[in-house]
């Protein structure tokens, strides 16, 4: 593994939110490294503060809680432990991005960038979104696809409604997902002419994983950020 400022690098993962997301984040890192012995995989540092604000509500004015401040301490605290490059496998989180990259030394991955960058890079011109209403309202993925010349495209409020259904009323609670619900959102943005569909929720990725979802119209944010953190690392990923 090639050395980073005379060190090896260091993996700081900013998670817990939430919790499951940032398990299937630290198994998809260790799953896809070519690692003979312990001591070939990558080093990391992982917060999992599930206490962590809701996301979705501070931004659409539900809450007054800002999960700023706890973010930006716990980003800290893994720099300060050794981390020399930041993940944070939420979305949703990335509301708070520049913020926080801006009061850390070290570099973060920009999870939505990298993932809107490799639907350009796959072909892909109209980009379908699934994502919270917090990722929507906030616009995060939108002006991401625009700085890049990708179109996109949002489901309709009915979706979007049943969208964070199955986020927050299913899959948060360690419940099944509707996946007649899901195929009717995804099939409306196919409709739409969308190329692909980002899972640009990581509770989303646990429907790829369980469901075995195998059609490439969906683009997983979480393997994404995946397999950039490895190769930022120094590592050819394996397995994706």
């Known amino acids: 593994m090639p050395q980073t400022q005379g060190r090896r690098p260091v993996l700081g993962v900013l998670g817990g939110l939430g919790p499951m997301s940032s398990v299937y984040f630290y198994e998809m890192l260790t799953t896809h490294t070519p690692a003979r012995r312990d001591q070939d995989h990558l080093d990391i540092i992982l917060s999992s503060r599930a206490s962590t604000p809701d996301r979705t509500a501070y931004i659409l004015g539900e809450s007054e809680e800002d999960p700023f401040a706890t973010m930006e301490r716990d980003a800290e605290m893994l720099v300060q432990y050794g981390a020399t490059l930041l993940a944070i496998p939420c979305n949703t989180a990335h509301y708070f991005y520049d913020r926080l990259a801006r009061s850390l030394p070290v570099p973060i991955l ?40 990708l179109d996109c495209v949002l ?6 409604r049943g969208l964070m259904e199955i986020i927050y009323g299913q899959i948060k609670r360690g419940q099944p997902a509707d996946m007649a619900a ?4 995804a099939e409306d943005l196919r409709a739409a002419g969308c ?3 980002v899972l640009g929720c990581t509770e989303l990725s646990l429907i790829k994983r369980d469901q075995q979802l195998t059609d490439p119209f969906f683009l997983d944010s979480t393997e994404v950020l995946a397999k950039e953190a490895l190769l930022a690392c120094g590592i050819t990923p394996v397995g994706f």
């Open 155 to 160: 489901p309709s409020a009915q979706h979007q």
């Open 195 to 197: 190329e692909r569909a």
């Open 110 to 149: 920009n999870m939505v960038r990298l993932t809107v960058q490799r639907a350009k890079a796959g072909g892909c011109k109209r980009l379908g979104i699934l994502a919270t209403t917090g990722t929507v309202d906030s616009h995060t993925y939108q002006r991401m696809c625009k700085a890049e010349g």
């Open 182 to 185: 899901f195929a009717a959102i």
